[in-house]
C-alpha cells in the first residue's frame, strides 16, 4: 500500500501551522501581559488602601511628664527675742507733761492789701496720740484777726526715738501747721502759716529702763551673805496702743558691774507761758 505524498507532508503542514499559532500566542501575551499585570496591581493597591482607611484605631496613649520643682528655703537664724522685763510709758503720763508746758501764744502786726491790724493765736487742748503704725499731735488753735475770730483743729506729725547708748526716749512734734486768715470785702486773704513745730523745738526726753539697776543679798548655808547684781543690758523701743513699750535683756552676776549709763533726770521739759511770734512778712 504506497501512501500519497500529500497524506505523507501532512503530519508536517499540521506541525507548522501550529507553531505559527504557538508563536502568535507569545507574539500576543507579550502584548497583552504588562496592560493586564499593571491593571491587576491597581487593583490590589485601591484595596490595600480602601483595608488601611477603615482599620480600627489603635488607642493611643498618652504619656504625662510632671515636673518636680525643688524649692530651697534658707533658714535665717532666729533673733534673740528682748524680753526679761519691759517699761511702759503711757500717753496719759506724756500729756500730763505737756500740758504741764503751759499756753502756747502768738501775736504780733499784719499787712495785706494795704490793711494793717494785729493777730493773735492761742494753743488750746494739746495732745499726744501714740499708735503702733503713727503717732501724731492735735490741739485747738484760737485765732483773732483784726475784725474776725476763729478755731480750727491742728494735726501734726511726731517722732519717737529711743537712743539705747544715752537711754533716752524723745518724743518730737516734728510738723504742725495751721493758717492765719482775715476777710476783706467777704473774701478769703491769707496771712500766713504758723509752724507750731518752731515752738517745741526740744523734745520731751524721758529716762529709759537701764538705769533700773539693782542687787539683792542672799544667806548661804555657811552663815555668809552673797550678793546678786542685776542690770540691764540691751534695749528694744516698741510703739503700742496709747504707750510706748521698751523691752530689755538683763545680766546678772555676783560681782558689782562697771557704771556706764549716766543717770540723766526723767522729764525734760521747758515751761513756756508766751511765745511771740515773728515779725510780719510784708506781701
Given at each position: 500500500?504506497?501512501?500519497?505524498?500529500?497524506?505523507?507532508?501532512?503530519?508536517?503542514?499540521?506541525?507548522?501551522?501550529?507553531?505559527?499559532?504557538?508563536?502568535?500566542?507569545?507574539?500576543?501575551?507579550?502584548?497583552?501581559?504588562?496592560?493586564?499585570?499593571?491593571?491587576?496591581?491597581?487593583?490590589?493597591?485601591?484595596?490595600?488602601?480602601?483595608?488601611?482607611?477603615?482599620?480600627?484605631?489603635?488607642?493611643?496613649?498618652?504619656?504625662?511628664?510632671?515636673?518636680?520643682?525643688?524649692?530651697?528655703?534658707?533658714?535665717?537664724?532666729?533673733?534673740?527675742?528682748?524680753?526679761?522685763?519691759?517699761?511702759?510709758?503711757?500717753?496719759?503720763?506724756?500729756?500730763?507733761?505737756?500740758?504741764?508746758v503751759?499756753?502756747?501764744?502768738?501775736?504780733?502786726?499784719?499787712?495785706?492789701?494795704?490793711?494793717?491790724?494785729?493777730?493773735h493765736?492761742?494753743?488750746q487742748?494739746?495732745?499726744?496720740?501714740?499708735?503702733?503704725?503713727?503717732?501724731?499731735?492735735?490741739?485747738?488753735?484760737?485765732?483773732?484777726?483784726?475784725?474776725?475770730?476763729?478755731?480750727?483743729?491742728?494735726?501734726?506729725?511726731?517722732?519717737?526715738?529711743y537712743?539705747?547708748?544715752?537711754?533716752?526716749?524723745?518724743?518730737?512734734?516734728?510738723?504742725?501747721?495751721?493758717?492765719?486768715?482775715?476777710?476783706?470785702?467777704?473774701?478769703?486773704?491769707?496771712?500766713?502759716?504758723?509752724?507750731?513745730?518752731?515752738?517745741?523745738?526740744?523734745?520731751?526726753?524721758?529716762?529709759?529702763p537701764?538705769?533700773?539697776?539693782?542687787?539683792?543679798?542672799?544667806?548661804?548655808?555657811?552663815?555668809?551673805?552673797?550678793?546678786?547684781?542685776?542690770?540691764?543690758?540691751?534695749?528694744?523701743?516698741?510703739?503700742?496702743?496709747?504707750?510706748?513699750?521698751?523691752?530689755?535683756?538683763?545680766?546678772?552676776?555676783?560681782?558689782?558691774?562697771?557704771?556706764?549709763?549716766?543717770?540723766?533726770?526723767?522729764?525734760?521739759?521747758?515751761?513756756?507761758?508766751?511765745?511771740?511770734?515773728?515779725?510780719?512778712?510784708?506781701?
Amino acid at each position: 500500500m504506497v501512501l500519497s505524498k500529500e497524506l505523507v507532508e501532512m503530519p508536517l503542514v499540521i506541525l507548522s501551522y501550529w507553531n505559527k499559532f504557538y508563536l502568535c500566542i507569545i507574539d500576543v501575551m507579550r502584548i497583552l501581559l504588562p496592560p493586564i499585570f499593571c491593571f491587576l496591581s491597581l487593583i490590589s493597591f485601591s484595596q490595600a488602601v480602601k483595608t488601611t482607611t477603615t482599620a480600627p484605631k489603635s488607642p493611643t496613649v498618652t504619656t504625662k511628664t510632671s515636673t518636680v520643682l525643688v524649692k530651697t528655703t534658707t533658714v535665717s537664724p532666729v533673733k534673740k527675742e528682748i524680753n526679761d522685763f519691759a517699761v511702759s510709758l503711757h500717753e496719759e503720763t506724756v500729756n500730763k507733761v505737756l500740758g504741764a508746758v503751759g499756753d502756747i501764744k502768738g501775736t504780733n502786726d499784719y499787712e495785706v492789701m494795704l490793711i494793717h491790724g494785729k493777730y493773735h493765736w492761742t494753743i488750746q487742748n494739746p495732745r499726744i496720740n501714740i499708735r503702733p503704725d503713727s503717732s501724731d499731735f492735735t490741739c485747738d488753735a484760737l485765732v483773732n484777726v483784726g475784725p474776725i475770730d476763729y478755731k480750727t483743729q491742728v494735726i501734726g506729725n511726731v517722732k519717737i526715738t529711743y537712743d539705747n547708748n544715752k537711754n533716752l526716749i524723745a518724743i518730737q512734734i516734728s510738723r504742725a501747721i495751721f493758717e492765719l486768715y482775715t476777710h476783706i470785702f467777704g473774701k478769703k486773704v491769707h496771712i500766713k502759716d504758723i509752724h507750731l513745730e518752731e515752738y517745741f523745738k526740744d523734745p520731751f526726753t524721758f529716762e529709759g529702763p537701764r538705769t533700773m539697776a539693782t542687787d539683792m543679798e542672799f544667806t548661804m548655808p555657811d552663815s555668809t551673805v552673797k550678793k546678786i547684781y542685776v542690770q540691764p543690758t540691751e534695749c528694744k523701743m516698741e510703739l503700742k496702743w496709747k504707750e510706748i513699750c521698751t523691752a530689755c535683756e538683763v545680766a546678772v552676776s555676783d560681782k558689782p558691774f562697771k557704771p556706764v549709763i549716766k543717770v540723766t533726770p526723767p522729764i525734760e521739759a521747758v515751761k513756756t507761758n508766751t511765745v511771740q511770734g515773728a515779725q510780719p512778712q510784708k506781701k
